[in-house]
């Protein structure tokens, strides 16, 4: 595989050339024409200009020229644009966050599936030539089947919690920082780690972290994205209680338990992702989240604390009919929406 805009050649499991930094072309599952769509983006920018896309009527008409015949994949970009994600792509300096954004927005408040939306992010970024991998991306073979991408290897030996505590005498030193890198390797972030940093804005944590432990990141007033990997399976009470910026979180599949007060008085937490490996919600684990307005808790959840979402005004919970979550709904005088399952609420 060629670089569109320099040339070199690329390997298919790269997201971006290594000449140029240009992203890679791309194909995700169920859209197999991605890779076309993508270059016919870039067609587009470097024959009419950015303020061809920048212009939403005329880019709308570009489209339909150019892809007449993707009409799935046309209608589906011109209706994300138009409800907005491509503004907030574009609408903050940190890509990692408004990527995050936008994804959580496309999933949690439009209910787009997660190739769909992936198939979006990975058009949009292209377009502003991003590097961007999804968890989606497929190859294609020598036999033309397509396969998902090589996954990064994983270890194969069992690994401790406290195998390689990450604990606050080492995050002294960041104390000022507004963005911070925890290294690879460590397998939690010990109690009180970054409590009270008032400076921190975005960190990134490591794929090998299984823990973080309480009040982790309480009072953190900046902190605004924090993406948390695929391997985290605890998060103890308090981890991000206090973090008045903080607008969304997606817990990955593996976590268990949402504890007491491990978000709460988050102010600004508007969207929540939780998987349907969660049983339980603690005691005002979302107390005093006044911005959150819908969140779908899954048929997994067998208890919620009578004060989890005291003080969250605006909530909306959507849940399956006569499941634990819609009786506790019931019972609390707590807005409910009936759906069928989680699948439904993505199509």
Not at 103 to 124: G, H
Not at 320 to 325: D, H, P, T
Request: charged share 25%; with cysteine; proline share 4%.
């Amino acid at each position: 595989m060629q670089c569109e805009k320099c040339g070199a050649v690329v390997s298919p499991d790269s997201i971006s050339c290594q000449e140029c930094g240009a992203p890679t072309l791309q194909n995700i599952r169920d859209f197999p024409n991605t890779m076309e769509i993508q270059s016919v983006l870039r067609t587009i920018v470097v024959e009419h200009g950015t303020q061809a896309v920048s212009d939403r009527i005329r880019f709308f008409a570009l489209l339909a020229d150019y892809i007449p015949d993707y009409d799935k994949e046309r209608r589906l970009l011109i209706n994300m644009c138009r409800l907005g994600v491509f503004n907030i792509l574009i609408g903050d300096k940190n890509k990692k966050i408004a990527v995050m954004k936008a994804k959580n927005y496309m999933i949690s408040e439009l209910f787009l599936s997660e190739t769909a939306t992936e198939f979006v992010l990975a058009c949009f970024t292209y377009l502003l030539g991003w590097p961007y991998e999804s968890e989606f991306k497929v190859v294609v073979g020598d036999d033309n089947v397509e396969r998902p991408a090589k996954e990064k290897e994983k270890e194969s030996k069992k690994v401790n919690v406290d195998e390689n505590v990450f604990r606050p005498v080492d995050a002294i030193r960041y104390r000022l920082r507004g963005n911070i890198i925890i290294p690879h390797g460590y397998t939690k972030i010990d109690s009180f780690c970054f409590d009270g940093f008032g400076s921190l804005r975005t960190i990134d944590l490591p794929s090998t972290l299984l823990a973080i432990g309480e009040y982790a990141f309480s009072s953190c007033k900046r902190l605004r994205g924090v993406e948390l990997p695929s391997s985290l399976k605890i998060i103890k009470q308090g981890a991000f209680c206090q973090c008045a910026k903080l607008a969304m979180i997606k817990m990955p599949k593996g976590v268990l338990e949402i504890e007491d007060s491990t978000f709460s008085f988050c102010t600004s937490l508007e969207v929540v992702d939780v998987p349907d490996t969660v049983s339980s919600i603690g005691a005002e684990a979302f107390s005093g989240c006044e911005k959150l307005r819908k969140l779908f808790l899954p048929e997994s959840i067998k208890f919620i604390d009578v004060n989890a979402f005291s003080y969250c005004p605006n909530l909306t919970i959507y849940c399956i009919e006569n499941s634990y979550v819609h009786k506790y709904c019931l019972v609390n005088r707590i807005n409910a929406v009936i759906v069928k399952s989680r699948a439904d609420l993505a199509q």
